[in-house]
């Protein structure tokens, strides 16, 4: 790796290198891994971008890390690779890198759908590694905990997904017919390379309805919850944050009660998901603003009085419980390392 100029992290245990480190997903992943105390990050890789540091990129990592970006033909070994490539091409290009880490985490959403088929339908592209969709693990520890610990292979949900899936899946048995879903994203999801969309002008004070029908990480909610789910998205006025809003209808006989312990069951022992039940306040409902750059998804609900219908919130920031704090948390446990290793920061208040 001769664009290597320095090496961040004082004692470390395991090297990472990171596909896609000019993109979003790859920023957040550099500024979780510098700062883990058992990580050395080797490399990052930029098509565009290779020899150019790697601050100028990312400046809120200046005087943090000295490396500059790696051409992905020159990527060389290291015990883990995290993969924050486009979806349609991870697919493409994941096989060849198979035998150069032990650990392979990918935060595409290519090896998310165990179904190549269902896969074809939300991405209109056919699977061009289907074989290889089964040997990965969802990144997705509330769910998966035991299976991470043996993972080789780790494909970490979408942000939206993981919301849904963490407000939804305790529910799962308490649920009656299909949920719906209005989701809201921050301009960040769209990554770095959205264009003429996400220019300032267009973008700024817009509440842009990106998919009025079948979001595509509705597709991850149903395989992982079992529920039919319909799902639109709206771009708000946010940078980062995601939140799910979910409309469903408790069956006969369910009420409050019950939400409130399936809940408890399901996150009392989580370290990164925190059921908010407060009956007053600004933040008495899961709200991203105060979630930023945190490893945490707040989850709550509300019932209709004397009713069935119950509304339940989730929010997270797409960056990190979305994708590179997920992919840390798995790693933390696929190592054996105590599971909130270098994620141990609450977001931001007031920011
Ligand atoms: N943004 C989010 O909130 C979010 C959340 C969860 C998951 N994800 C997923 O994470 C992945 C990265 O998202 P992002 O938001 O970080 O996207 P992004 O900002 O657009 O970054 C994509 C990165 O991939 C590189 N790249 C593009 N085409 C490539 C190719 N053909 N071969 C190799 N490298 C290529 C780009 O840099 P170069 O062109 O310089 O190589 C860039 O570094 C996507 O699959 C996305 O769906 C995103």
């Not at 990472?16 to 920023?27: D, W």
Request: include cysteine; glycine fraction near 12%; charged fraction near 20%.
């Amino acid at each position: 790796m001769p664009e290597l100029t320095a090496t961040a992290g004082a004692c470390p245990a395991i090297r990472a290198a990171i596909a896609g480190g000019a993109g979003y997903v790859g920023g957040e992943l550099l500024r979780l891994l510098i700062g883990h105390p058992l990580v050395e990050v080797v490399a990052a890789t930029s098509t565009r971008l290779a020899g150019r540091r790697i601050d100028t990129v990312h400046p809120n990592l200046r005087g943090l890390c000295d490396l500059t970006f790696t051409a992905p033909d020159r990527l060389g070994e290291a015990d883990v690779l995290l993969l924050a490539l486009p979806h349609r091409q991870t697919m493409d290009v994941l096989p060849a890198m198979l035998g150069t880490a032990k650990h392979i985490v990918d935060l595409s959403a290519d090896f998310r759908l165990r179904d190549p088929a269902v896969y074809a339908g939300y991405y209109g592209v056919p699977h061009t590694a289907p074989d290889l969709i089964g040997a990965f693990v969802p990144g997705l520890p509330e769910r998966h905990r035991a299976e991470l610990k043996d993972a080789d292979l780790i494909s970490v949900p979408g942000c939206m997904a993981t919301a849904g899936i963490l407000a939804l899946g305790p529910l799962a048995h308490l649920l009656d017919g299909p949920v719906e879903i209005d989701a809201r994203s921050g301009s960040s999801g769209a990554g770095a390379g959205a264009g003429e969309a996400n220019l300032h002008a267009e973008r700024s004070g817009a509440m842009r309805v990106f998919a009025p029908t079948s979001h595509r990480h509705q597709a991850e909610i149903t395989q992982e919850t079992g529920l039919a789910v319909r799902m639109s998205a709206t771009g708000v006025e946010a940078v980062r944050g995601v939140q799910l809003l979910c409309h469903g209808t408790l069956a006969a006989g369910a009420g409050e009660a019950n939400v409130r312990q399936a809940y408890r069951r399901a996150y009392q022992d989580e370290p990164f998901v925190r059921v908010v039940a407060k009956r007053r306040g600004n933040y008495r409902f899961p709200e991203p603003k105060i979630l930023l750059g945190s490893n945490f998804c707040d989850v709550g609900f509300a019932v209709e009085p004397q009713g069935r219908r119950i509304v339940v919130i989730a929010a997270l920031d797409n960056l990190v419980k979305g994708a590179a704090g997920a992919a840390v948390q798995c790693l933390n446990i696929r190592l054996g390392w105590p599971e909130r290793l270098g994620l141990e920061f609450p977001g931001l208040h007031p920011n």
